[in-house]
């Protein structure tokens, strides 16, 4: 049996109209955000409270230097001695050993559980918790130590950084370590690939990640964490800042000398974080997404 579907009638080209999408309350909603972001811009500029020559004045002053030299130390030295210990505690959490297991897991859970600043205030006092450290067979004859100038105000903030930063970065090395597929080690361990091999070139690049995102997020948040060592008066960028404005009362000013730094120094991270990742992502992706630079090439040669 044959169907007999009436033929539709051709239509002129020039007859078919395109009709774009309209959204008018999506751009009456961006109206209104610039808008507002021209009042605040309007106030920064305006307002005389802000005191932008007293900015200017201190941006760049020497001992803001020094003090953004030394948050920076702090920061690095936090980062590398945590992750340090980071890794360790991953491998303890994922070994099959329960002993190992349930020191790694007491020591994320105690670290995570007390607010940094109480714990930097332990780690300084810690001469007056023990007054002599033991080096030598446990419970038994070694060479003991006064403890009462072992640790110096600057050691203490380091301690304190590095062993916090440890315990979130074994969580995170761990679930960097968990993300990867169980087939991924199967079918690895069927070719008959040696473990360290299988670790470094299969588990390992995958691993990354979902590693580096929270490493990130953990390295950003472990620079604005120096902040706190100012209570066992460490020169670093809060605390000058408070030294100065102690002393001229220009509170304002400097809290934004502050702040911009702390902003310039997260977008550094944040820059070195896009690349790191982007580097990491070839084996996932068959076309890398173009970097700021090769967007900006393509616009100018339009």
Do not use: C
Request: hydrophobic share 55%; aromatic share 12%.
């Amino acid at each position: 049996m044959t169907l007999l579907i009436p033929q539709r009638p051709k239509e002129a080209a020039g007859e078919l109209v395109v009709v774009p999408a309209r959204h008018p309350w999506r751009w009456a909603g961006a109206a209104l955000v610039l808008v507002l972001l021209a009042q605040f811009v309007h106030g920064l500029a305006t307002n005389p409270g802000w005191d932008w020559p007293a900015f200017f004045g201190y941006f760049l002053e020497e001992s803001i230097v020094e003090a953004l030299l030394l948050t920076v130390e702090l920061t690095l030295a936090g980062a590398v001695l945590g992750f340090l210990g980071g890794i360790p505690l991953a491998a303890m959490r994922l070994s099959p050993n329960p002993v190992l297991s349930a020191v790694s897991w007491t020591f994320i859970w105690v670290f995570r559980s007390v607010p940094l600043l109480v714990q930097l205030l332990f780690w300084a006092n810690l001469g007056y918790l023990y007054e002599t450290l033991q080096v030598g067979v446990p419970f038994g004859p070694g060479w003991s130590f006064p403890t009462v100038n072992l640790i110096s105000s600057f050691g203490a903030a380091l301690l304190g950084l590095a062993l916090h930063e440890a315990a979130y970065a074994g969580e995170v090395i761990r679930a960097g370590l968990l993300s990867v597929d169980q087939g991924q080690h199967e079918a690895a361990a069927a070719l008959g690939i040696p473990k360290w091999r299988q670790f470094y070139r299969i588990v390992l690049p995958q691993a990354m990640r979902a590693i580096l995102p929270n490493a990130a997020n953990l390295l950003i948040s472990l620079l604005k964490s120096t902040s706190m060592v100012y209570i066992l008066a460490i020169g670093e960028l809060f605390y000058q800042v408070q030294v100065i404005y102690g002393r001229n009362g220009r509170v304002v000013p400097l809290l934004m000398v502050a702040t911009v730094w702390y902003v310039i120094l997260t977008a550094l991270l944040s820059i070195l974080q896009y690349y790191t990742e982007r580097h990491f992502a070839r084996g996932a992706v068959r076309v890398l997404p173009p970097t700021p630079f090769q967007r900006l090439k393509a616009a100018l040669r339009r």
